[in-house]
């Protein structure tokens, strides 16, 4: 039997400006999710909805999951080949197309610089993208493409 895994979160709207929404511009976007555990973070829409710019909105919070579970998958890749990554970074980009009824992400593309302990892990560095891709929950998940431009660095050489 396949083991099933829930992921209870709650999130509440924090921009009622005392009118609730009685108009389109009455209200803010503004808004809390939490967890039990984590602290909570706080969410708005996109500027370009009437959002909050120094609040997280659910388009980058989309392409963070996609980008951690692909590192987390990746990781335990590397722990498992003997490929001993000492850093990682990920410059991940989500495209969303408006449309009349809303919207939709066309694609991601994950930009992980990673860098090894030796060359010779490099090669298999690069690869075991592929296998972190295929691992990650959340980009099997999504009906839209996720993308791969890896950089593999070794330490204590230039990039």
């Known amino acids: ?60 919070l989309v392409v963070g999951a996609l980008s951690q579970c692909h590192m987390l998958s990746y990781l335990h890749k590397c722990a498992m080949a003997g490929v001993v990554v000492t850093a990682y970074a990920d410059h991940a980009t989500g495209t969303m197309t408006e449309t009349r009824d809303g919207g939709h992400f066309t694609e991601v593309i994950l930009r992980p610089t990673v860098t090894v302990r030796s060359p010779e892990m490099a090669e298999a560095a690069l690869k075991l993208h592929a296998d972190a891709h295929d691992a990650c929950f959340v980009a099997t998940s999504v009906n839209f493409p996720v993308r791969h431009e890896p950089t593999v660095q070794v330490a204590g050489q230039d990039a």
């Open 1 to 60: 039997m396949a083991r099933q895994h829930t992921y209870p979160v709650v999130v509440t709207w924090t921009g009622d400006k005392g009118t609730g929404t009685s108009g389109y511009r009455d209200y803010g976007r503004d808004h809390d999710l939490s967890a039990d555990g984590p602290p909570p973070i706080a969410g708005s829409s996109d500027p370009a909805f009437r959002g909050d710019p120094s609040r997280w909105n659910p388009e980058q």
